[in-house]
C-alpha cells in the first residue's frame, strides 16, 4: 500500500486548501484514511478521517468547523479541504491508512499501518 499526498503550499491566513491522497495497494472500501499534522517541535496529531464506508468522519477540536474530509472512490483518493485557515495550521500534513479498522475512524496515529511522505502547508498572517 502507497500514499501520495499532495496540494500543500503557501497561503495566506483566512485561505483555504485542498489537499489530496491517492491510495494505491487498498481500495478505499477496505480501509479507513486519516489525516494528519506534525508542527515543528510538535508531535504528530489526528486532524481527521473517514471511516471504510465513508459513512463515518470523525474530525479534531482544533479544526471542527473549517475542515471537511471526502472521497472519490473512482479516484481512489481521500481529501482534504480545508478553509479559514490560522497561522497555527502551520505544519506537514499526512495522510495514513488503517486497513483492519471497520466501522469508526481511529484517532490513535499506531491505529494507522501505511503513511504517506506528507505534504507541508504554510500558512502566513
Known amino acids: 500500500v502507497q500514499l501520495q499526498a499532495s496540494g500543500g503550499g503557501l497561503v495566506q491566513a483566512g485561505g483555504s486548501l485542498r489537499l489530496s491522497c491517492l491510495v494505491s495497494g487498498r481500495t478505499l472500501s477496505a480501509c479507513a484514511v486519516g489525516w494528519f499534522r506534525q508542527a515543528p517541535g510538535k508531535e504528530r496529531e489526528f486532524v481527521g478521517g473517514i471511516s471504510t464506508t465513508g459513512e463515518y468522519k470523525h474530525y479534531a477540536d482544533p479544526v471542527q468547523g473549517r475542515i471537511t474530509i471526502f472521497r472519490d472512490i473512482d479516484r481512489n483518493t481521500v481529501y482534504l479541504q480545508m478553509n479559514s485557515l490560522k497561522t497555527e495550521d502551520t505544519a506537514v500534513y499526512y495522510c495514513?491508512?488503517?486497513?483492519?479498522?471497520?466501522?469508526?475512524?481511529?484517532?490513535?496515529?499506531?491505529?494507522?499501518?501505511?503513511w504517506g511522505k506528507g505534504t507541508l502547508v504554510t500558512v502566513s498572517s
Open positions: 495514513a491508512v488503517d486497513p483492519s479498522t471497520v466501522g469508526y475512524v481511529p484517532r490513535r496515529v499506531a491505529a494507522y499501518i501505511y
